[in-house]
């Protein structure tokens, strides 16, 4: 976790002192609050983002901390660079403008006085909620949906995903098609303008509809296809890589496959499944990556993404990857476990791979995770005093074992630490599982037939 804030930076347009601070020292480190000119470079170019967040009121600080701080990561992996960050504990979000008047007044008087390009909403907003947001403080609001939908825009790269989440896009603007964002500046285009937002914003409903009907005709089309491919691969096992969001599953896919799948500190690196041949102890089987998850990941959007969700429901065995030097991991591991239940593979034999190992440290300080960006009130900032200390990774490895059903195993896919040890229990469960699933059978046919699968 430690590096992360600042290894995704792009150091090309943005001097952020604070993220080193970030890395180098924890203890006793502050970040300061006051002029943001002093503390922030940023080129002229380069879209600036205000971050709110309206936590319930019982919600822990240091959990509102957190969930700000994936904000400030998926911001910075739509290209845009977080400035400031406003909280407002409510026991219900105004139902007209999220935050209560006084806090839209202060980030009013803040975006009028400092360069922002995009007001950032760490919740989904109503199709009212976002018209008034605009119209009260004059700029591009996004929320949380929006937010991912834009990341997903930006990587998707076959058809079948620039399909999926063009489908997600309109299903989640068909009920907003109220001439929202029709008074801004249409042309500057950036975060939350990619993809279908800003060009049909104002046409009839009824034509995105029509696009809606056309782009499930054709996922449908896409999804015979794979059916195609699937069934040749009958008789194969089927693994398959699962996870939050950044915790490890492209680097332990080419680890295991020596396939070279695009692996990056960012947010949603992988959108579309890559499916490899592998032999482990010669134990032949298809291992495929899959998009990650993230927490409240709207149903709908997820349903979109259909036919690369097939490669985790067909899998005979998962690999849940979980980044143990994250401080949420246990709450990543709850969110991928609901969502694999909302996609109906929830039962499925499943090893937990606590990746990340060597970034794993026992103290924690929430404050460490600030991204730099500056807070606007005291609540936010956690001090040296509030380092958590955290169970040692044998202490982790002790409880897991006896709590769970499932193997566990702890490794760094990329310190190559223990990966020898997973790769025997990979193979040594497909054993188990083949003679389960095809009792009598040669065990592990010929699959050369099946060497082109992809
Ligand atoms: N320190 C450390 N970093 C790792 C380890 N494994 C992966 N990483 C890094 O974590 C980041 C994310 O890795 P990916 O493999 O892209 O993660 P992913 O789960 O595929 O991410 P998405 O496709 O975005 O969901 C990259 O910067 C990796 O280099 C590890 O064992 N230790
Ligand atoms: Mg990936």
Redesign the pocket.
Known sequence: MANRPA?KRRTNSTRHPGAHDTVKGRAGRILVKGNKDATYETSPEQETAVLVAVPDKRQDDALTTEYLDELAFLTETAGTVPTKRFIQKLEKPDLRTFVGSGKLEEIRAYVQHHDTSVVIFDDDLSPSQLRNLEAELKVKILDRTLLILDIFASRAKTATSRTQVELAQYQYLLPRLTGLWSHLDKQRGGVGMRGPGEREIETDRRVVRDRISLLKEQLQEFDKQSQVQRKARAGTLRVALV?Y????????MNLLSRADVF????????LDSTVRKVVLDNVPFLLS?T??FIRKLPTRLIESFKSTLDEIREADLLLH?VDI?HPMFEEHIQVVNDTLKDIGAAEKPTILVF??I??YQTDVDPAAHLHGVEPDHAEDLHHADDVQQRPTLEQLQASYMARLHDPVIFI????RQNVDELRSMISRRLRVLYEQQYPGHPPFPDLSAYSAAE
Do not use: C
Request: aromatic share 4%.
């Open positions: 290894s996870g969001t950044n915790v490890g599953k492209s680097t332990l692996a990056e500190n960012k947010l949603f690196a992988t990556d998009v990650g990857v030097s990746n990340k060597d970034q760094s896919a990329q310190e």
